[in-house]
């Protein structure tokens, strides 16, 4: 079995109220065996298909470029590369903080006309989080990793630090984690 660790990125705007839909700009993923060792990495930007001009906002909360997302590639190809990273054919489970991650891959897969059954094995870290450490309602990563007294590293809300910092939480509590 293979945890996927994993944080996206998405456009964004400051006002909730523009109805525009968000659309992944990153994958951050980490992949751990069942011994609990980091086996590889995966970070690739995305190019928006109906957005592909990030507001200020975005490029400020996440600190990523226009230039990197005009230089990026299709939702399809870079999905089809993180499949083959995650290697389909042998067990994983999907791991990120919270649902969303998993709701947005559901989006865009729906968006490009994709197959989501590969999104079935997956778990909330956050919310399992929670039950492991008997707190009253899930917390924010940040909050988390004071309380394992890790450090966050890196750059909170880019793909690939996020998926770091997740892995580190989740590697703290390897084997407590319920996975089907």
């Not at 400051?14 to 590889?40: C, T, V």
């Not at 200020?56 to 470029?65: G, V």
């Not at 590639?73 to 054919?89: A, H, M, Q």
Request: with cysteine; aromatic share 10%; proline share 2%.
């Amino acid at each position: 079995m293979n945890y996927i660790i994993l944080d996206l990125e998405a456009t964004c705007w400051k006002d909730r109220n523009i109805q525009k839909q968000n659309e992944i700009i990153e994958i951050g993923a980490i992949k751990i065996n069942e011994q609990g060792k980091s086996l590889s990495e995966f970070c690739e930007f995305i190019k928006p298909k109906h957005n592909p001009v990030l507001s200020d906002f975005c490029k400020e909360l996440t600190t990523i470029t226009q230039e990197e997302i005009d230089a990026a590639d299709t939702y399809e190809n870079v999905i089809d590369r993180f499949k083959g990273w995650i290697n389909l054919n042998e067990p994983y489970v999907l791991c990120s903080w919270g649902f969303y991650d998993k709701k947005q891959f559901q989006k865009d897969d729906e968006l490009h006309q994709l197959n989501t059954e590969w999104l079935k094995n997956h778990i909330s870290v956050k919310h399992q989080y929670a039950e492991i450490k008997n707190l009253n309602k899930p917390i924010g990563m940040g909050g988390a990793l004071k309380k394992e007294k890790l450090t966050l590293e890196g750059t909170h809300h880019r793909g690939i630090d996020d998926a770091r910092n997740i892995a580190k939480i989740f590697k703290a509590h390897f084997g407590k984690w319920n996975v089907k």
